[in-house]
């Protein structure tokens, strides 16, 4: 870990440990889901991106920010020596237990670096155990947590993707996320507590 990001990862820490994310209610009303009262949905049954009261995160929106802050973007960073495509390269790549598939993992994005899980040789559900490079991890733990937050902090290398955490001026929702952690690596409300906690870090740098 290079000196620049050991020394912001110190910081973000300490912030996120002040920082509060209260998360915005889905509900489904008449039929609809809402979110903090707006809709989620147009009339052609399409996701909406923004309103008034929140930024909705998702590679099928194209609404500018709601696309390019989603976890499949392609945004190239290097994390612990390695050279990944994409945040969701990580989040697939964890699940597989051969160092070097986990690396081949790293290079993808997108839709590609998603459905890479089919492929898993690793059934973490069974036992909360992912890996680092041949080392389980289990996915409830505070190690996992950490790594969580260094990789989020590596990606803020990218001057691209730090702009666009930097012109987020609403909450950032993930309507579509899992919220069952037992099911998913990262859940709704774990992306979106990460994901607000470091557009707000952000900005004061």
Request: hydrophobic letters at 35%; charged letters at 25%.
């Amino acid at each position: 870990m290079s000196d620049k990001i050991k020394e912001e990862l110190e910081k973000f820490k300490e912030f996120k440990q002040h920082f509060k994310w209260k998360q915005l209610p889905v509900e489904e009303i008449n039929g609809r889901l809402y979110c903090d009262g707006f809709p989620l949905y147009d009339a052609e049954n399409k996701l909406i991106g923004e309103c008034e009261k929140w930024i909705n995160v998702g590679i099928m929106i194209k609404t500018p920010l709601s696309h390019i802050l989603s976890n499949l973007y392609p945004y190239d960073f290097e994390f612990r020596g390695f050279q990944l495509k994409s945040l969701e390269g990580f989040f697939q790549g964890v699940k597989f237990k051969n160092p070097e598939t986990q690396k081949l993992v790293f290079s993808y994005y997108g839709l590609n670096a998603y459905c890479l899980k089919g492929a898993s040789d690793c059934r973490w559900q069974d036992d909360g155990n992912l890996y680092w490079q041949g080392e389980p991890i289990n996915r409830f733990s505070d190690k996992y947590a950490d790594i969580v937050d260094e990789l989020y902090i590596s990606a803020a290398q990218n001057l691209l993707f730090r702009q666009a955490l930097k012109n987020v001026d609403r909450p950032l929702i993930h309507s579509i996320g899992n919220t069952n952690a037992n099911e998913t690596v990262l859940t709704r409300l774990e992306y979106e507590t990460e994901i607000n906690a470091l557009a707000e870090f952000l900005k004061l740098s």
